[in-house]
Structures are given as C-alpha cells and as structure tokens.
C-alpha cells in the first residue's frame, strides 16, 4: 500500500509540475496526427489498412520518446538537486522505492497515450483493430520498447544532476531521436548511414515496423527483441553502478543506523 501511495504522488507531481509532458506525450501526438492525416487525407494504403492505422505507430514514438528523454530524467533530477533524495531517507523512506515509483508512473502515462491515440483516431478516422492475437503480440512489443525508452531515461536522471542541464540534453536527444526515427518524415527517405544508425535503436522499429504486426503480417520481431533485450542488461547493469554511487548516503545511512543498534557487535 505505501508503494501505491508513492505511486500516486508521483502521478501528481508530474502531471501538476511538469505540464510539458502533457503536451509533448499526449497533445503533440493528436495534434501531429490531424495535420498529417488532414494534409494528405486518411489514403487507402492497401488491403482495407489507411493512413491513420500506419501513423498511430509514429504517433506512439512521438508520445513515448518525451516520456523517456525529458519527463522522467527530469523529475529525477529536480529531487536529486534539490536534496528531496536525502531527505526522503531521513524520514524512512527509501530514495530507490522512490525512482522506481516514477518508472510505473510512467509506464501508464506511456499506455494511456497510446490508448487515447488509438480511442482518437478510431473516433475520428476509421482505425483498424488487429485481432486478438496480433493485439497482444503488439502489446508485448510495445511494453519491451516502452522499457528501454524508460532505463533509458533512468539512467540519464542518473548521470546528469542539474535540472537545466537534463531538460537541454533530454529535449536535443529528443528531436533528433525523432527525426532520425520517421517521426516528422517518412523513414525510408533519410540517408541510408541514418537509416544504418538508427537500425540499432528500438524506437525506431515502434515507428517503422510494430506496423507489421499490426496488420497481421508478422507476430515476432526477432531483431527487435534480441536487440531492445540487450540494451535492458546493459543499461540495467550501468543503473546498478550508477545507483549504488548515487545513492552511497543511503547505504552509509544504513550501516550507521545498524552500528547504532548494535554497538558492541563488533567486541562481541
């Protein structure tokens, strides 16, 4: 339960004191969304599939990449340079429960804007639903590319302390991330070093290739998966390094409180 509330109040905190992710994860993306379909028109593309089916996959990296780049590193930050971190241990409260309660946070924030995408463009255009098995398979895809983004945005609050510095670096990978991924033109038109590059990111598959899955060619994207799993150990292990550094005062914190409790247990 304490970890429930952890989660709401964080929730809070990022809705109320970070209103650009609002915009950039929930507004950008339906707003994208009506001036490329309206431009072009919801064009037939083929076997019953329009526009709108392929551009909700560009509109979920649109959404998803703030939430990793800036929204999390960001509220990381602010409580790491503001001393909030410290204090969260003074009052029993463990400081990594506290990273952790913001990871969640963030993982629904990430399946609601994708819901609202979906709920919008089934409203407004004529969105085509996969089948069962096609929906969950992309789910699970999609989960798997949420999670890299998120570590991803872990280890960026870890590595860089000042707010300002964060949201500048954060907001650069952002639009580059984007541009290089199809997000404001389409993927196959870049050079193919970019296209090379961009290949060893998994954001870019969400964009480009969930596509498939989508509209029941394929059920398994073997070199998504393999590569977006790699990426996890590795950030997973660098997060590890990063948080036993990070947070050394709450490890020391720890073994003082221990040896005040027990102060002969050295003699014994």
């Not at 400081?95 to 995408?117: G, T, Y």
């Not at 070093?193 to 029941?216: A, G, R």
């Not at 590795?234 to 040896?259: A, C, P």
């Amino acid at each position: 339960m304490r970890y429930v509330r952890y989660v709401l109040i964080e929730l809070k905190v990022i809705l109320f004191r970070i209103p650009i992710v609002l915009f950039f994860s929930i507004v950008f993306p339906l707003m994208m969304m009506v001036i490329v379909v309206s431009s072009t028109g919801n064009i037939d593309i083929g076997n019953g599939f329009h526009l709108t089916d392929k551009y909700i996959m560009i509109a979920a990296g649109i959404g998803l990449v703030p939430l990793g780049l800036v929204s999390l590193p960001v509220s990381i930050a602010i409580e790491r340079e503001t001393g909030v971190m410290e204090r969260y241990m003074l009052f029993g409260i463990n400081p990594l429960a506290i990273v952790w309660s913001k990871v969640v946070v963030h993982v629904l924030m990430a399946v609601l804007q994708f819901s609202l995408i979906c709920l919008f463009a089934k409203l407004i255009y004529t969105l085509s639903i996969p089948n069962i098995v096609s929906l969950l398979s992309f789910l699970l895809h999609y989960i798997l590319a949420v999670s890299f983004m998120l570590l991803f945005g872990v280890m960026l609050g870890l590595v860089v302390k000042k707010i300002q510095a964060v949201q500048v670096i954060g907001l650069a990978l952002m639009f580059m991330v984007l541009a290089m991924s199809g997000g404001f033109n389409e993927f196959h038109t870049l050079p193919a070093p970019i296209q090379n590059v961009m290949d060893y990111f998994p954001v870019k598959y969400l964009m480009n290739d969930f596509i498939s899955i989508w509209f029941n060619t394929e059920l398994v994207l073997n070199e998504f998966i393999w590569l977006t799993f790699g990426y996890l150990v590795v950030i997973g292990l660098i997060i590890m390094l990063l948080i036993r550094h990070t947070f050394k005062f709450n490890y020391q914190f720890k073994q003082l409180t221990t040896k005040e409790k027990h102060p002969n247990s050295k003699s014994a």
